[in-house]
C-alpha cells in the first residue's frame, strides 16, 4: 500500500490522508492514527505502518517551546534588576570619575603618592577604579534572591498539596499545585472566568423529562398512583438511572401498546451514544463518552430500549424484548460549530433514514415546516431551561436510496481530500440535514457543586468579579446563575437585545441617530461614557458620574463574534506587509475595532456579573484575552473539560478542575482542585498569604542587602576612593547566604497577618493584592531610602567613634572597625525583620537564632589565627572579632548604632497604631475598601420566567464523541 498525507505537524486530534491498497483508495483521517498510549480492543489482530517517527511525531512535535506564565511580581523585579544594575553602573563610574580627581589633586599635594601612580594617569586609574567599584558593589545585585525566590513557591506549592481543607475524601483527590512558580499571584486576581457543566454543576447527568410530539413527559408533581402503575415504575425506572424522569402517562402508553411514541426517541437516543465496555449476566455497563450521553442510554434503558452493542458497521439495541440491529451507513460527526451530529442508518426493514440531535437552535432552523407540536416542543423547551434543564432537540428524515448512493458517492470523494476536506465534508453534512422532522426534546438535569453558591459570594466581597462562560442555552445559564448567587435579584440584567436601549437611557442623543450594529451600539457606549470624540454633550458626563445601578449583562456567543471578529482580523494585519499598504480606511477600521473591543470589556467589567451564554472554546479564550488586553488585570480560568483548555491556557492562573470529562483541562491548569468551593481557599488564603509573604520578603531582602553593603560606598569616601573593601571577604561571601537569609526565608515562608478562618471571614481583605499595595515602586523606594539610611548610620557612628580613639588599649585599627560596622548593620537588619514579623512559629525562632549563630561560627573560623597562618592572603582578619567585641566601648557603639537604626521603625509602628488603628479596624471588622452600594431603588429588568429561548446545547464534549461511534468519514462503499 501507498499512503499520502498531511506534512509531520502538532495536531493530535486531526489527520487527512488517502492510503492506496490494492487498487482502491480508503480516506484515513485521526481515527485511524494510533498515538503512543492508545490501545487497541476488540481485535485480535492489526497491521500497522509508520507514518512519522522521530523529530517527526506528533509527541516530539509538541514538544516545543512552552511560554512560562510571569506574575505581576517577576515583571517588576525583572524591572527593579534592571534599576539596580544602572544604579551600580552609575555609583561605580562616579566613584571612578572621583578617583581620578583624587589622584590628581593629592599627588600635587603629598609627593610620596607620585610613585605609586607614577605608571598611570588619572584617567587609566578611574579607568581601572570603575571596574574594581563594579565588581566591589555587584553583591547588590540580587542574584541570590531568585533561588531563594523559587524555593519559597516550591515550599508554598506543597502547603497547598498538603491543605487537608482542600481535600475530597469522596474521590481521594488533593489540591495540586502543577506550577510551582504562580503562588503569589493568587493572591491578586481581579477576574474569574468559569466554566458551568462540571466546573459549577456536578456534571452528574440525571435524565428528568422529555417532550414528545408536544406533550411532556417527566415528573410533573408527584403524578402517581399505586398498584400496577407501581410495578410498571419498578420496572421502566430502576434507580439511579433516571430518578424523577416517571410519568404514569410513560407508563400508560407502553400499558396500551401506544409505543410509536418510543420507537423513534428512544431508539434516537441510544443510537451512536455509549459504548458498552464491558456486559455482565446482570446488568449492563456503558462507558460514555460524556455524561449527558450516559444520562441519555441509561434512560432509554429504563424504558425498555436497551443499547447492547455496537460495530463500526452496526447498532444492536433490544427494543421491549425484541433485538434489532440496525446497519450504520454514514456518522456525521459533532463539532463545535455544527452543534450537531447525525447518523445515517438502514433499518431491519431496508428504510434508510437520518437521526440528528444537537442545539434547538440549530435544528429548528432545519425542519421541513413549523407547526402546534413544533411551537409546543418551543415551550417546552423554555419551562426545561427555566427550571435549569440541559436540553436537547432531535430530528430525522427519511432517505431516499436513490439519494443515499448520490450523496454516498460524492461523500467518499470528499473523503478522499487532501485539502479541504474538512469543509467540504461539512457542506455535505449541511445538505443531508434538512428538512428534517422534529421528534422531540430531552431534559438534563445537572445539579450545582456544594458550596458553589458561597464560594461566589466570597469572591465577589473580595472584589473579584466572577465571569461565567458557557455553551449553555441564556436560560439556563440565568437561572444557574441565580441559584449559585452570581444574579441577584436587585440586579439590572441586560441582555444584549437591551444594550441599545441602555446606551439611548444614557445618552438621549443616541434615540435620534440609532446605531445599526453590535460595533456602533458599543462604540456609541463608548464615546458616551467617555467622551473620547470630544463632542459628548454635558448631560452624557454627568450622567457617567452618577451612581449607577447593580446590573448583570448578559450576552450569546453570535454577539461576541461580532466584536472578536473585528479585533481578530485586525490583530491578522498588523504586521509590517499590512502597515506599508493599509489605507485610511483600514485604519479607520482598526481604530473602531479597538474601539468596540474596549466598549465592551469597559460595559462588562462595569457590570457585577457577566454571563456569556453559546460560546465556543475559541470564544472563551478570546474573551479572557480582551480583558487581558484592555483591563490590565491578573485573570483565572477554571474549568474542567477539554473544550476550557484554550482558556485555561489563555489566563494568567489556570485552576482545571479533577471532574467526569477528563483530564485534558487538569494537564494544561497551573492547579487542579476536585471542587469548585475549593477555590475560595486557594486564592482568599493560600493566595492572599503566598502574595504577603513574597512582598514582604522581597521588601526585607533588599533592605538587608542595602543596609548591609551600602557602607561600602561610605567607606569610598574615606578611603581615597581606591575601592578598598570595608568588610572582610568572607563576611561579603556569606552575608546573604547565611547570615541574613534564614530570618527572611522565614518571613517568606511562614508569615500571616490574620489566620485562614480570619481571611474566609473577611475576604475584602483581598483587595490588598489586586492594589499592589505591599509592594510596588514607592514601596521599593522607601526600602531602598531605608536600607541607605541603616548603612549611613552604622558607618558614621563607628567612623564617629573610631575617629578619636586612641591609646595603648583603644581598639582603632581598620579590621576593629570594619567588624564594628558589620555587626552594627547585621544586628539591625535582624531586629528589623524582628519587630515586622506579626506570625512566630518555632522554626522563626530557630531561624533568627540560627543566623547569630551562625555569625559568630564562620567568625570564629575565618579569623582563627592557625587559619591565618595556613593562608595569610585568605584569611586577613585574625581575632578581628574577638579583640573588637570583648571591648566594652566596641559594644556600647554598637548598641548605639542599634538603637538609633530602630527607633524611626517603632516610631513609625507607634504612629500606625494610634492613628491608623480606625481603619485597621474597618478593614477586619467593617468590611473597609468595598465600594459603597448605591442607595437608588434597584429593579430586575428581566423577570425570571419570561427569557427569549436560545439554546441550552451544552459543548460538554470532544469533536466526533466518543472514537470508534461517532466518526463516519470513511464510509465503505456500498455495492449496488
Not at 509538541?62 to 544604579?87: A, E, P, Q, S
Not at 441564556?474 to 441559584?483: C, D, K, L, S, V
Not at 531602598?784 to 591609646?807: M, Q, R
Request: proline share 3%.
Amino acid at each position: 500500500g501507498r499512503v499520502t498525507c498531511e506534512e509531520p505537524n502538532s495536531r493530535l486530534h486531526s489527520f487527512t490522508g488517502t492510503l492506496r491498497w490494492r487498487g482502491r483508495a480508503h480516506a484515513l483521517d485521526s481515527e485511524q492514527i494510533l498515538l503512543r498510549g492508545c490501545r487497541v480492543r476488540n481485535t485480535a489482530l492489526c497491521h500497522g505502518l509508520v507514518l512519522y517517527a522521530g523529530f517527526d511525531s506528533k509527541i516530539m512535535r509538541n514538544c516545543g517551546k512552552i511560554k512560562r506564565k510571569k506574575t505581576k511580581l517577576d515583571h517588576l523585579m525583572d524591572r527593579l534588576v534592571i534599576v539596580i544594575f544602572l544604579v551600580l553602573l552609575v555609583t561605580s563610574l562616579g566613584l571612578a570619575v572621583a578617583s581620578g580627581f583624587w589622584a590628581r589633586t593629592f599627588q600635587e599635594k603629598h609627593g610620596y603618592l607620585a610613585a605609586l601612580y607614577g605608571h598611570t594617569s588619572p584617567a587609566q586609574q578611574a579607568f581601572l577604579t570603575f571596574w574594581g567599584f563594579t565588581i566591589l558593589l555587584s553583591i547588590i545585585i540580587p542574584m541570590s534572591m531568585y533561588i531563594t525566590f523559587e524555593f519559597i513557591y516550591l515550599v508554598n506549592s506543597f502547603f497547598i498539596n498538603w491543605d487537608l481543607e482542600m481535600y475530597y475524601a469522596a474521590k481521594d483527590i488533593p489540591a495540586e499545585a502543577r506550577s510551582t512558580s504562580l503562588s503569589d499571584q493568587l493572591g491578586q486576581i481581579d477576574y474569574i472566568f468559569s466554566d458551568k457543566t462540571g466546573t459549577l454543576t456536578q456534571n452528574i447527568m440525571s435524565f428528568k423529562k422529555c417532550c414528545v410530539n408536544g406533550t411532556i413527559y417527566g415528573n410533573l408533581g408527584g403524578e402517581r398512583s399505586g398498584g400496577a402503575q407501581e410495578k410498571l415504575e419498578l420496572v421502566l425506572c430502576p434507580p439511579p438511572a433516571c430518578q424523577g424522569v416517571w410519568d404514569r402517562r410513560i407508563a400508560g402508553a407502553q400499558a396500551s401498546g401506544q409505543n410509536w411514541v418510543f420507537q423513534v426517541s428512544p431508539r434516537r437516543l441510544a443510537q451512536g451514544l455509549s459504548d458498552p465496555c464491558s456486559i455482565p449476566p446482570d446488568q449492563l455497563v456503558y462507558q460514555a463518552a460524556s455524561p449527558d450521553e450516559e444520562a441519555l442510554v441509561l434512560a432509554a434503558r429504563s424504558l425498555g430500549y436497551v443499547f447492547l452493542a455496537r460495530t463500526q458497521d452496526s447498532i444492536t439495541i433490544r427494543e421491549l424484548g425484541r433485538t434489532r440491529t440496525y446497519e450504520v451507513l454514514a456518522m456525521l460527526d459533532f463539532n463545535s460549530d455544527r452543534k450537531r451530529m447525525s447518523v445515517l442508518v438502514r433499518d431491519p426493514q431496508g428504510t434508510i433514514r437520518l437521526y440528528t440531535k444537537g442545539a434547538d437552535t440549530v435544528i429548528l432552523e432545519r425542519l421541513r415546516g413549523r407547526g402546534p407540536k413544533e411551537t409546543l416542543t418551543e415551550r417546552a423547551l423554555d419551562r426545561f431551561a427555566e427550571e435549569t434543564l440541559r436540553t436537547l432537540c432531535m430530528a430525522s428524515r427519511e432517505v431516499s436510496e436513490a439519494e443515499f448512493r448520490a450523496w454516498s458517492r460524492r461523500h467518499g470523494e470528499a473523503a478522499l481530500l487532501l485539502q479541504d476536506r474538512a469543509r467540504e465534508l461539512d457542506r455535505l453534512y449541511e445538505e443531508l440535514e434538512q428538512n428534517l422532522q422534529l421528534l422531540g426534546a430531552t431534559a438534563i438535569e445537572d445539579k450545582l457543586q456544594d458550596g458553589v453558591p458561597e464560594t461566589i459570594q466570597l469572591l465577589k466581597l473580595g472584589n473579584i468579579k466572577v465571569w461565567v462562560l458557557t455553551g449553555d442555552k441564556q436560560e439556563t445559564a440565568m437561572n444557574i446563575g441565580y441559584a449559585c448567587r452570581l444574579l441577584t435579584d436587585d440586579m439590572e440584567i441586560l441582555e444584549e437585545k437591551e444594550v441599545r436601549s441602555h446606551q439611548h437611557s444614557q445618552c438621549p442623543q443616541l434615540v435620534s441617530n440609532p446605531p445599526s450594529s453590535h460595533s456602533e451600539i458599543l462604540q456609541a457606549y463608548w464615546e458616551s461614557n467617555n467622551n473620547l470624540s470630544g463632542s459628548g454633550d454635558a448631560p452624557c458626563q454627568q450622567r457617567t458620574e452618577a451612581p449607577c445601578h447593580k446590573r448583570a449583562i448578559i450576552v450569546s456567543g453570535d454577539f461576541l463574534d461580532k466584536i472578536l471578529h473585528t479585533g481578530e482580523v485586525l490583530k491578522e494585519k498588523r504586521g509590517w506587509p499590512w502597515l506599508w499598504l493599509r489605507c485610511d480606511s483600514a485604519e479607520a477600521a482598526q481604530h473602531q475595532g479597538a474601539l468596540v473591543e474596549k466598549a465592551f470589556v469597559e460595559l462588562a467589567s462595569s457590570c457585577q456579573a457577566v454571563i456569556c451564554c453559546r460560546v465556543t472554546p475559541k470564544q472563551k479564550a478570546l474573551v479572557v484575552q480582551l480583558v487581558k488586553k484592555h483591563k490590565k488585570a491578573v485573570t483565572l480560568a477554571i474549568g474542567d473539560g477539554a473544550n476550557d483548555v484554550n482558556m485555561i491556557k489563555t489566563a494568567d492562573i489556570g485552576v482545571g478542575i479533577s471532574g467526569l470529562e477528563g483530564l485534558q483541562a487538569v494537564q494544561c491548569s497551573d492547579y487542579a482542585l476536585a471542587q469548585f468551593r475549593f477555590l475560595r481557599r486557594l486564592l482568599l488564603v493560600h493566595g492572599r498569604w503566598n502574595y504577603l509573604r513574597v512582598c514582604k520578603f522581597l521588601r526585607y531582602f533588599f533592605y538587608k542587602t542595602f543596609a548591609g553593603l551600602l557602607a561600602q560606598v561610605w567607606f569610598a569616601f574615606h578611603s581615597g576612593f581606591t575601592a578598598q573593601p570595608l568588610y572582610e571577604g568572607w563576611f561579603l561571601a556569606l552575608y546573604n547566604i547565611f547570615y541574613t537569609a534564614y530570618p527572611v526565608l522565614s518571613v517568606g515562608l511562614l508569615e500571616q497577618d490574620v489566620s485562614a478562618k480570619k481571611s474566609l471571614e473577611f475576604p475584602e481583605l483581598y483587595v490588598v493584592g489586586q492594589q499592589d499595595e505591599l509592594f510596588n515602586y514607592r514601596v521599593f523606594g522607601v526600602t531602598l531610602l531605608h536600607g541607605v539610611g541603616t548603612s549611613l548610620v552604622s558607618f558614621y557612628i563607628a567612623l564617629w567613634a573610631f575617629e578619636d580613639h586612641v591609646g595603648t588599649k583603644a581598639v582603632g585599627d581598620y579590621e576593629s572597625f570594619s567588624v564594628t560596622v558589620a555587626v552594627s548593620a547585621l544586628l539591625s537588619v535582624l531586629v528589623e525583620i524582628v519587630l515586622d514579623t506579626k506570625y512566630w512559629t518555632v522554626l522563626s525562632f530557630l531561624m533568627v537564632t540560627a543566623s547569630l549563630l551562625l555569625f559568630c561560627l564562620f567568625s570564629f573560623l575565618t579569623q582563627s589565627v592557625d587559619a591565618f597562618r595556613i593562608a595569610p592572603a585568605i584569611f586577613r582578619f585574625p581575632d578581628a572579632s574577638r579583640n573588637a567585641l570583648t571591648d566594652p566601648y566596641v559594644l556600647l557603639v554598637v548598641l548605639l548604632s542599634l538603637v538609633v537604626n530602630t527607633l524611626p521603625s517603632l516610631t513609625v509602628r507607634a504612629l500606625r497604631a494610634i492613628l491608623g488603628r480606625a481603619s485597621a479596624q474597618q478593614k477586619i471588622h467593617l468590611k473597609a475598601k468595598r465600594d459603597p452600594e448605591p442607595s437608588v431603588e434597584l429593579r430586575s429588568h428581566v423577570l425570571r420566567g419570561s427569557f427569549r429561548r436560545r439554546s441550552s446545547y451544552a459543548f460538554s464534549h470532544q469533536e466526533g464523541y466518543a472514537g470508534l461511534i461517532t466518526r463516519g468519514d470513511s464510509l465503505r462503499a456500498r455495492t449496488t
